[in-house]
């Protein structure tokens, strides 16, 4: 299995959680299973080449998107993503912005599953003090969720127990 982790950062905290996913990953599936890219200035090309996707991304303000991934928001409407899977992570302020916490899991897995994505890796929101999140279904969001401003010591733990779910839910 080749895994394509993409993902976005503008202060190195979504990087840093990469980074970590990437070596947990490779723990299950073996040195060089992952390719980790940042997001900036890709194609709908080094995207549609995996069949699993890992994409990270983090939530600015009042559900702004990181830049780079707004930018390549037309290059994804563009890829077909049936019969690949697709897990996303992201960082959000859950007491900062409550009422828009880790909203860019939401759009970008909105956009996934238009083009016929298989979404893996939904967690609980137990733990969490939110308002609203459009990354969120129910009791569940489409992803992992992380506050590295407020919950930091809990990050560990969850990526750790989401990349053990992954190695379930991955075919």
């Not at 990181?66 to 290059?75: H, L, N, T, V």
């Not at 960082?91 to 979404?119: M, R, T």
Request: charged share 25%.
């Amino acid at each position: 299995m080749k895994i394509g982790l993409f993902y976005g950062t503008d202060t190195g905290n979504t990087e840093r959680v990469a980074k970590q996913l990437k070596e947990l990953l490779e723990t299950q599936y073996g040195a060089g299973s992952v390719d980790l890219l940042e997001i900036y200035k890709k194609k709908k090309e080094d995207m549609a080449q995996y069949n699993t996707l890992v994409l990270g991304m983090p939530t600015w303000y009042d559900g702004e998107l990181q830049g780079d991934w707004e930018e390549f928001i037309p290059e994804m409407e563009q890829i077909d993503f049936t019969g690949k899977q697709v897990a996303f992570f992201g960082l959000g302020d859950q007491y900062g912005y409550a009422s828009y916490f880790c909203d860019a899991l939401g759009v970008f897995a909105e956009i996934a599953e238009k083009k016929n994505a298989s979404l893996v890796g939904f967690t609980s929101t137990q733990g969490f003090e939110h308002d609203f999140s459009k990354a969120q279904r129910g009791d569940q969001f489409v992803g992992l969720c992380l506050d590295v401003d407020n919950q930091d010591e809990l990050t560990k733990e969850r990526v750790e127990k989401w990349v053990a779910q992954l190695t379930t839910e991955f075919a």
